[in-house]
């Protein structure tokens, strides 16, 4: 189990297979994000007919409600939420970190609030994994410390942390079903990351996450980060960019060696009214699309582009209704995964680099002119 | 066009096809009501799958947001919102008197006020009609004036206005792709019930609606009226009863000889959280369903049921997220159009008498016990 296998590489970018005891994964791939147990906006049904193969669920959201035990009793998180394919839960350390109230750290674990009801809870490593046993996904992640990305002192003293709380992590865990990932963390700072990539890999997991990043630092620091992590990763694990990202960092990211990826921002731009095209953003609450016949993006094959208008998409989205939320869900997470299929392909064909630029010298990272 | 074939009868109950240019409606029917031209929290696919044939629009909301001109240069109804089965628009009637705020009404129509922002309109028949035909829907309905069932005075006054309306309502059609229904008005007075009937049979209208119903007296007193008012009908023609209603409302409206029905209570009690079942109602919402592995209801085939607990549902309408309106939506209509689907059966196997009994036998319209 968790074997995986490169089928394809074109420069830095990898094309594989992961091995999950739910299905195989073909990377590159994007992980849709179903914080508390849905991708909001979509049925299960819905979602697997986009071709998403991997979710993420967060372990913080579930442990506070319903609870781990609840969905370990109901079968875990795949019956639970009527997924059936591979499945991805953070370790909460994040969420912790950044959602959190009044949380006190030490060399332990992390006291802190819940942000639902301000009751007191503790996580360490071990209740990390006990909680990520009990939810039962395929991958599961090691308990990190979260420090902003240009705070030297704060990285430096988090890592000896996250360092000590992986191995605690991984002498915690008793399912041989699940996949433990270290988290290489380090901020913005070359050393610290190749301290982290260095001693994480010397544990030898199944894979790799890259932490920290896209919270604070330019695109610029975070693609100069990533290719100072790739080569110190093993080329045989599978490399997880966690909590990225738009279009464009997407493809940034395949082009420097990155093989899993999450991020919340096609569910919840579309949930604010945001469309995600190949030129960029469309705001489709803009009163520029009141009449406008189009779909949201022209020559677009998902079932929102297939059948509707931006006109009627607006008006979902002026009149509040749910499924204006729901078909720029399905816009959106569709063009994720068409962009994670297409590079794929294009890895396999030795097209990748080609297929990189002409997709970024259309993208663009500001609201895009809408096409006609 | 809209040639109304009965094709069982059992008892007062009947079992008919209504031809309309989007399609043959099987009868009896429950049309699912898609106020802003989308029945909250479903997409056209889901309902397509759920079996619904008929859904209605309202002609208030629509005029108000996009526009019935916008509705228009976008293909009309069924284009816009990708319903391509027979739909049905009210005459915007209702919602005057209900919803707009500060009218007065005269014998040429009603000024309003939109209770979007404040802004001044003005709805006659004639108006009423325009819009419907911008919207272009395979029924459309008189406008009407509205009195509360109960108040005589009201009704006696309003009886003269409304069939003054219907009149010109049919004057004022130029599409004869749409079939105008006229409204018996008249509260619970038979005696006004029977000169309201009178009145619009003999404009030939292709099929009469029943209004003023479920908005204040009893269920005896409705029953009674359905009972003074049916014979009254052309049995020829569709007769449908609006704004109507729970299960044991739709049971005892074929009982008396109803064919078509709609009702926002499946979609709106679903997004509050209450689940329709054979039982009577479930407040999915409670702390006894936390931990229940059963789905909503046992036995149901819909797509909720068979995938989903109620403990899952729970969470959902405890995280507030989108997939628990929608699921329970799915379910609720399941159960509407399900019954209606039973119901159409008996009467053509002769067994409805029965059917209704046992159903109502089982029914409770208080809170139900869950089933194990």
């Given at each position: 189990?968790?074997?995986?296998?490169?089928?394809?590489?074109d420069?830095?970018?990898?094309?594989?297979?992961f091995?999950?005891?739910?299905?195989?994964?073909?990377?590159?791939?994007?992980?849709?994000?179903?914080?508390?147990?849905?991708?909001?906006?979509?049925?299960?049904?819905q979602?697997?007919?986009l071709?998403?193969?991997?979710?993420?669920?967060?372990?913080?959201?579930?442990y506070?409600?319903?609870?781990?035990e609840?969905?370990?009793?109901?079968?875990?998180?795949?019956?639970?939420?009527?997924?059936?394919?591979?499945?991805?839960?953070?370790?909460?350390?994040?969420?912790?970190?950044s959602?959190?109230?009044?949380?006190?750290?030490?060399?332990?674990?992390?006291?802190?609030?819940?942000?639902?009801?301000?009751?007191?809870?503790?996580?360490?490593?071990?209740k990390?994994?006990?909680?990520?046993?009990?939810?039962?996904?395929?991958?599961v992640?090691?308990?990190?410390?979260?420090?902003?990305?240009l705070?030297?002192?704060y990285?430096?003293?988090?890592?000896?942390?996250?360092?000590?709380?992986?191995?605690?992590?991984?002498?915690?865990?008793?399912?041989?079903?699940?996949?433990?990932?270290g988290?290489?963390?380090?901020?913005?700072?070359?050393d610290?990351?190749?301290?982290?990539?260095?001693?994480?890999?010397?544990l030898?997991?199944?894979?790799?996450?890259?932490?920290?990043?896209?919270?604070?630092?330019?695109?610029?620091?975070?693609?100069?980060?990533?290719?100072?992590?790739?080569?110190?990763?093993?080329?045989?694990?599978?490399?997880?960019?966690?909590?990225?990202?738009s279009?464009?960092?997407?493809?940034?990211?395949?082009?420097?060696?990155?093989?899993?990826?999450?991020?919340?921002?096609?569910?919840?731009?579309?949930?604010?009214?945001?469309a995600?095209?190949?030129?960029?953003?469309?705001t489709?609450?803009?009163?520029?699309?009141?009449?406008?016949?189009?779909?949201?993006?022209?020559?677009?094959a998902?079932?929102?582009?297939?059948?509707?208008?931006?006109?009627?998409?607006?008006?979902?989205?002026?009149?509040?209704?749910?499924?204006?939320?729901?078909?720029?869900?399905?816009?959106?997470?569709?063009?994720?995964?068409?962009?994670?299929?297409?590079?794929?392909?294009?890895i396999?064909?030795?097209?990748?680099?080609?297929?990189?630029?002409?997709?970024?010298?259309?993208?663009?990272?500001?609201?895009?002119?809408?096409?006609?």
């Amino acid at each position: 189990m968790f074997e995986f296998e490169l089928t394809g590489a074109d420069g830095r970018a990898r094309a594989g297979v992961f091995r999950t005891p739910h299905a195989e994964l073909l990377t590159p791939v994007f992980a849709p994000v179903g914080t508390a147990a849905t991708v909001k906006a979509l049925t299960p049904a819905q979602l697997h007919e986009l071709g998403a193969t991997l979710v993420l669920s967060n372990t913080y959201h579930l442990y506070l409600r319903p609870g781990d035990e609840v969905v370990r009793d109901l079968g875990g998180l795949h019956a639970f939420m009527h997924w059936p394919g591979p499945m991805l839960t953070d370790s909460g350390g994040f969420q912790v970190f950044s959602l959190a109230e009044t949380r006190t750290i030490d060399d332990d674990g992390v006291t802190f609030k819940s942000h639902l009801d301000g009751s007191l809870h503790r996580f360490t490593p071990e209740k990390s994994i006990a909680i990520q046993e009990n939810l039962g996904a395929d991958i599961v992640m090691a308990f990190d410390e979260c420090a902003p990305p240009l705070d030297r002192d704060y990285n430096r003293r988090a890592l000896d942390r996250t360092h000590a709380w992986a191995e605690r992590c991984v002498r915690a865990q008793t399912r041989r079903d699940q996949a433990l990932f270290g988290i290489v963390q380090g901020g913005i700072f070359p050393d610290l990351r190749e301290e982290s990539a260095r001693f994480l890999t010397a544990l030898d997991l199944p894979g790799y996450a890259i932490g920290g990043l896209a919270v604070g630092e330019t695109k610029q620091q975070m693609h100069a980060t990533l290719e100072v992590v790739e080569p110190m990763l093993p080329a045989h694990k599978p490399r997880y960019l966690m909590g990225v990202g738009s279009p464009e960092d997407l493809v940034n990211g395949v082009a420097r060696g990155i093989d899993i990826f999450d991020c919340v921002l096609p569910t919840r731009l579309a949930r604010n009214g945001a469309a995600l095209t190949r030129a960029g953003r469309l705001t489709m609450t803009n009163a520029q699309f009141a009449r406008d016949p189009l779909p949201v993006e022209p020559g677009c094959a998902c079932y929102c582009c297939a059948h509707f208008t931006r006109a009627y998409v607006r008006h979902l989205l002026q009149a509040k209704e749910i499924l204006g939320a729901t078909l720029l869900t399905i816009h959106n997470v569709h063009l994720m995964l068409t962009l994670m299929r297409e590079m794929r392909a294009a890895i396999l064909d030795q097209t990748f680099t080609q297929y990189a630029e002409n997709f970024l010298a259309h993208y663009s990272s500001v609201e895009a002119a809408a096409a006609h």
